[in-house]
Every structure is written in structure tokens, then in C-alpha cells.
């Protein structure tokens, strides 16, 4: 359906997507970003904006299925708030401006980065915009941060190229080490930011913010990543960070209204769309690539990165292993954890009581070791690419790594993200990884 429409100076609308909008005569504000007679954007399915005409504005609006242009009751729509804060961020003197956003899942925090990022490049501003909610597929894939170089505007970081990623290998922020992961990630990505001599730099975070723990984390980032702004989309928090950084901080807390939340994603629908993230990653020009087990690098995996022993080796410390010499493909030691990897067969093998128990056996079927996704560290140990382990034969000692990535490989990063080949990500992790 195609409506045209002449909205006055000061008129706030919101569009519920898929539309597409082209600006007739006029101009007007969407995202931060000012579109002017002759550009046009379009909104997705799944989301909603507001738009401001700048001055008397006409547009045209090309709706698809389910989109509406609708007018927000007073005080509904959050544009001339957000504007409020996007200029107390571009007015603050400090010539490199660090924004971090924070707030709960569907607060806006995603579309107030890209507010602030449109803003600051309308004024010139060089623009870094990193991801850091990990559960996310917008930029790059979930179980990655990752920063982008805005050349333009855009409405959603969908619409940009990633240009940095860093793999963490999981998709929620409460685990500690995925924690440990993130914060370390967004150090490095912040680096990275730096070395492109970005002037603005805006980090989005999780939505995890409900619990002790949950501030924690906030509060760590903020104490590592030293923002110059921290923009808070709810009113606890906003209180919080402020009891938190006391009056004269280095980060100023800011505080910016939530939209009213026309497009709401269902569980189903957020696993949906991170499905079909990695299945993009994986589907353009991936192969399959062979590395050699005991050469190539193993990060955080206790099974195929722990010290390999031989199967007598691991019968002589667990006797119990015994019973199925004949299916232990191989083993290894990692701290307390004596693995084995068994062609098939039981899962639950312990030591005898009167063995030495100084060891927890970890036994894994090789079938397990499929579907784990990694990152992929080139020969500086920089990260690159994703992979997807398919299989690992034992007998060769290889290890099959689907991923697009064609360069000369040092390391595997392993993480807690095991796909199903429809890449759903709810695959059971086992219990001290692989
Ligand atoms: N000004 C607005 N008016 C109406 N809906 C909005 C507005 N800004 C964002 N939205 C919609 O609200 C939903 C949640 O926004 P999003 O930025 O994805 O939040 P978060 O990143 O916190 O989960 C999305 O569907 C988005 O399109
Ligand atoms: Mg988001």
C-alpha cells in the first residue's frame, strides 16, 4: 500500500515496518539521522521508528504486510528526548566522546547506539560502533563482539560491515567466563576503535540488568572500558549508575527514554534469527578444512586442549576405563579432568573407590565434539573468522573445521555455543566443554 503524506514542522510519526520511506520535499529525523527531499529508508518487519519532520516534510510510505504509519499519543514518542542527550554527548568538550549504552532487552539500546552514531556523523564526527551484547546477530554473529565503521547512515547495525570481531563463545553474559570474555573482547575492540582514530565511539551492551550480578558486570565495564557517557534507559538503572560514580566522575550518566515497544521479538523469534545469522555466516563460500590435532592450537577446550595421554596411560589412572579400552579413541589430562573420548557407549564412567580418585573422568562420545562453534586465530593469534567443528578423526589425528576463512590457521578458540544443522544454538553443552 503506498500513502503520501505532508507532515508540519515538529510532527513526530511512527513507522511499523516493513515499509520503505522516501522523503518527497522537506526533510526529517530518523535514528539521529536527518534524510533529506530525494533519500528514502527502509524498516524492516521487525522493527518501528519515530520520524520527525525537520521542517514541512512530504513523504511517501511504501507499507508491506502487517506496517502502519501511526501518530503517537502526547509525550508517547521518545525523539526530541533522545535528541536532548545525543547533544549533551556531542556538546561535551572532551575531544574523544565514549558512549556506553545500557538498559534492559527491548529498551531501545540497540537504536539509540545507532541514534548516537547518525548524530555524531551528521556533525562530522569519525563513528566506531561495538557490539557488545553477545547475545545478538545484528553485527556479525551471536557468540562475537564486534565494531563497525559506519560510512553512512543507517537506521539498523544490520545494515553495516563488520569490520573487527572478536569470538567470546557464548551467548550469556550471566556465566562468569563468558563475562571474562566480554569484558576482555571490548577492551580489545575499544583498542581497535582507538587505532582507527574513531572521535566517537558507542557501545552497545546486553540486556542483562536485573540482578546483583547483572549490575556488577555493568559497573565492570564501565570501570574498564572508562566511558566518557554512560546513557541509561531506565530509571533504576540510571539511579544506580549514578550512586555508583558519584558526582564528579569522569562518566557522565545520562538517562533517555524508552520507547513504547511496537515490535516485540518472542524467545522463539530471537532463536530464529540467530539461527539464521550463523547459517549466513556459514552458507556464503565456507569449506571444509583439515587441521592436525597436536599441532594446531586449542584455547579453552578441556578435551582435544588437554595434555593427551595414551589409552594405557588413562587405564593405569582409572581401571575402570578397562571395560572400554576397546572404544577410547583418545584421552587427555586438563586440571582435575581425566578425558576420554569413546567411539560410542556410556557416558558415565567413574573410577572405582579404590582407584585414585584424583582425577574426575570426562568421558565424551566422538559424536559430542560436532557442532561446536570456535573462533578461528590466524598466525599472530588475531581473531578472523568463525568455524564450525564437523567431526574429529582420531585415527588421522584431524580436525574437521567448516568455516569461510582461508588463510593459514594457528588456534581454535572453543566456546559454550554447540549448533544443530539447522544452527539452532540450544544445543546441551557438555559439562566441561570439549
Ligand atoms: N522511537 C521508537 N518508536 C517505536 N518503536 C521503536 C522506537 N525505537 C525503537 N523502536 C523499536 O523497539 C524495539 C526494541 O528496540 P531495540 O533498539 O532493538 O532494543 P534493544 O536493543 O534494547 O533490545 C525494536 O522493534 C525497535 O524497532
Ligand atoms: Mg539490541
Not at 582420531?394 to 566456546?415: C, D, E, M, Q
Request: contains cysteine; aromatic residues 6%.
Amino acid at each position: 500500500m503506498l500513502v503520501e503524506l505532508e507532515l508540519k514542522k515538529g510532527e513526530i510519526l511512527r513507522i511499523v515496518g516493513p515499509a520503505r520511506v522516501d522523503v518527497l520535499s522537506g526533510s526529517l529525523l530518523a535514528v539521529g539521522a536527518v534524510y533529506r527531499k530525494g533519500e528514502s529508508f527502509v524498516v524492516h518487519s521487525l522493527r518501528s521508528y519515530g520520524i520527525k519532520a525537520l521542517e514541512d516534510t512530504k513523504i511517501r510510505a511504501t507499507l508491506g504486510e502487517g506496517a502502519s504509519v501511526e501518530e503517537p499519543s502526547e509525550g508517547e514518542e521518545v525523539i526530541d528526548d533522545w535528541v536532548n542527550v545525543a547533544k549533551s554527548v556531542h556538546e561535551d568538550p572532551r575531544k574523544i566522546k565514549k558512549v556506553i549504552i545500557i538498559g534492559p532487552v527491548e529498551s531501545g539500546k540497540t537504536t539509540l547506539t545507532a541514534f548516537i552514531a547518525n548524530y555524531m556523523m551528521e556533525r562530522g564526527s569519525k563513528v566506531c560502533v561495538i557490539e557488545g551484547d553477545v547475545g545478538q546477530e545484528d553485527l556479525a554473529v551471536p557468540g562475537t563482539l564486534s565494531l563497525a565503521l559506519p560510512s553512512r547512515k543507517f537506521l539498523w547495525l544490520r545494515e553495516l560491515k563488520c569490520e573487527k570481531v572478536r569470538f567470546v563463545g557464548c551467548i550469556s553474559p550471566s556465566h562468569a567466563q563468558c563475562q571474562l570474555h566480554v569484558l576482555a573482547a571490548l577492551r580489545e575492540l575499544i583498542e581497535e576503535a582507538e587505532n582507527l582514530k574513531c572521535d566517537t565511539i558507542v557501545v552497545n551492551t546486553d540486556g542483562w540488568v536485573s540482578s546483583k550480578q547483572a549490575l556488577d558486570f555493568k559497573v565492570s565495564i564501565i570501570r574498564w572500558l572508562r566511558p566518557t557517557h554512560v546513557i541509561t534507559l531506565s530509571n533504576d538503572i540510571y539511579n544506580t549508575m549514578r550512586a555508583v560514580l558519584g558526582h564528579n566522575s569522569f562518566t557522565v550518566v545520562l538517562k533517555a527514554r524508552s520507547p513504547v515497544k511496537v515490535k516485540e521479538r518472542s524467545r522463539d523469534e530471537r532463536r530464529r534469527l540467530r539461527a539464521e545469522a550463523y547459517r549466513k555466516y556459514f552458507s556464503e563460500g565456507s569449506k571444509t578444512v583439515n587441521l592436525r590435532l597436536g599441532e594446531v592450537g586449542l584455547i579453552s577446550s578441556c578435551v582435544l586442549g588437554g595434555q593427551r595421554i595414551s589409552i594405557d596411560e588413562a587405564i593405569t589412572l582409572c581401571p575402570s576405563l578397562e571395560s572400554v579400552r576397546g572404544k577410547v579413541l583418545f584421552a587427555s589430562l586438563y586440571g582435575q579432568y581425566l578425558n576420554v573420548v569413546l567411539s560410542d557407549g556410556p557416558h558415565n564412567i567413574t573410577c572405582r573407590e579404590n582407584e585414585d580418585q584424583s582425577y574426575i573422568i570426562n568421558a565424551v562420545r566422538r559424536n559430542d565434539l560436532s557442532g561446536y562453534l570456535v573462533g578461528i586465530l590466524d598466525e599472530e593469534g588475531k581473531d578472523v573468522a568463525l568455524g564450525i567443528i564437523e567431526d574429529v578423526d582420531f585415527s588421522n589425528n584431524v580436525i574437521k573445521v567448516r568455516t569461510p576463512y582461508n588463510g593459514k590457521i594457528s588456534a581454535l578458540v572453543v566456546g559454550r555455543i554447540k549448533l544443530s544443522p539447522d544452527y539452532e544454538d540450544t544445543g546441551r553443552v557438555l559439562r566441561c566443554g570439549i
